[in-house]
């Protein structure tokens, strides 16, 4: 499968699409109208941030207890559920002199459900598209994520002026709603890629054979902390150029949109495990330059080369499907998304400390630094990887 034609062709592609950009652009909407109103009561940009953000953190602990739910729950079903979860739970933030410690609460439990969410959305992406097109239907998904991202934001600062943010949240329900009803009469009923009943402890099992495996382990290290280095040096842009932080966010959006878009769509399966290292250096590489603290007109296109780069996750998510069980599809990608949130995090505030005592572009060369040294020290293990054949059942 090498065209966007076959691929939207493809059955029950297009609602899982359409499903996808519409949560995503939900969450876009309600995170900012959210920021926005726990602001305005608080005065507090801590608060303000980690109601945006902070169910980040919450999908680390659900991909230590609830990811076996990924593989074991019909995935129609479970994305219609998820979908009016959010729905019905982002109405409940909507509710007048609702406390500050009940908002966090649902949005920590918003994690929770996100932390599975991610894992039944690309697990069904791997059962609807054969083995040869998961890498052009993830990058689809993937400039869709950025896409819906990038308008819901525009969107939801339209909304906020126009509606307050009570009405907006109230927007970002009915988009919620939307996905919930795409899922429901879109996809197909499918039974659970594996058998039994999702708990901790299967949760805790799953996740100690994925990680006990070498070549995932090593495939999990390159997608979790070479790239959450580099969001490392993003999280600086602001205190690095005030003036100029927007900027530097949209064109490293542009960058991992040209990245997903010639590797997804052009690159031949050939070339992709060549490719792989190359484009997992220069996702770090462009960033030592501002150890020179270079002017935006340097640092712009610095920047866009760099987040090129990121496309290399493509890569390392193709071999990951294909050296794991097809029944552990849905939680292996679920681990992936959640380690990789989790890594950002902690790699924001390794960065952010660093500038504390330093300055930003130091930091950000640092970062780079670190994420160049990983990327070579994992470098013979993912050889070792890309010459694992791949296992019982796991192609299609």
Do not use: K
Not at 166 to 182: F, Q, S
Not at 189 to 201: E, K, L, N, Q, T
Request: proline share 6%; glycine share 10%.
């Amino acid at each position: 499968m090498r065209t966007y034609r076959e691929l939207f062709r493809t059955d029950e592609f297009t609602p899982l699409f359409a499903a996808s950009s519409l949560q995503i652009a939900a969450s876009t909407v309600s995170g900012l109208a959210l920021g926005t109103l726990v602001y305005t009561a608080t005065r507090s940009p801590l608060l303000s941030a980690l109601s945006m953000f902070g169910a980040s953190f919450a999908q680390l602990a659900g991909a230590m207890a609830l990811l076996s739910a990924a593989d074991r729950l019909p995935p129609r079903a479970a994305m219609t559920a998820i979908g009016l979860v959010f729905a019905l739970s982002t109405v409940a933030l909507v509710v007048p002199g609702l406390p500050i410690g009940a908002l966090f609460a649902i949005v920590l439990g918003q994690g929770l459900v996100a932390s599975v969410g991610g894992g039944v959305r690309y697990g069904l992406l791997s059962e609807i598209l054969p083995a040869d097109g998961y890498l052009l239907g993830r990058s689809v998904l993937n400039m869709s994520a950025g896409t819906s991202q990038v308008c819901g934001f525009a969107a939801g600062g339209v909304l906020v002026a126009t509606l307050s943010p009570r009405g907006t949240l109230l927007a970002g329900a009915a988009l919620y709603l939307a996905a919930a009803a795409v899922a429901r009469t879109g996809l197909a009923a499918r039974p659970p890629r594996a058998a039994g009943r999702p708990s901790v402890i299967e949760t805790w099992r799953s996740n100690a054979r994925l990680w006990s495996d070498g070549s995932r382990r090593c495939v999990y290290l390159a997608l979790w902390v070479p790239n959450g280095l580099i969001v490392g040096c993003e999280s600086l842009f602001v205190p690095y150029a005030p003036g100029h932080a927007g900027l530097l966010f949209a064109v490293a959006a542009f960058g991992m949109l040209v990245g997903d878009t010639l590797t997804g769509r052009f690159v031949a399966a050939r070339w992709r495990r060549r490719l792989g290292a190359p484009l997992r250096l220069l996702l770090a590489v462009p960033y030592l330059i501002f150890a020179v603290n270079p002017p935006a007109p340097v640092a712009v296109p610095a920047v866009v080369l760099a987040s090129i780069g990121y496309s290399a996750t493509l890569l390392l998510q193709e071999r990951l499907m294909a050296i794991t069980p097809v029944a552990m599809h849905g939680h292996a990608l679920g681990l992936h998304t959640s380690g990789m949130l989790a890594m950002q995090g902690v790699a924001a505030a390794l960065a952010g400390a660093v500038a504390q005592h330093t300055s930003p572009a130091t930091a950000m060369a640092v970062m780079a630094a670190a994420s160049v040294a990983v990327t070579l020290a994992l470098g013979p293990g993912l050889r070792t990887v890309e010459r694992v054949p791949e296992p019982a059942g796991s192609a299609r």
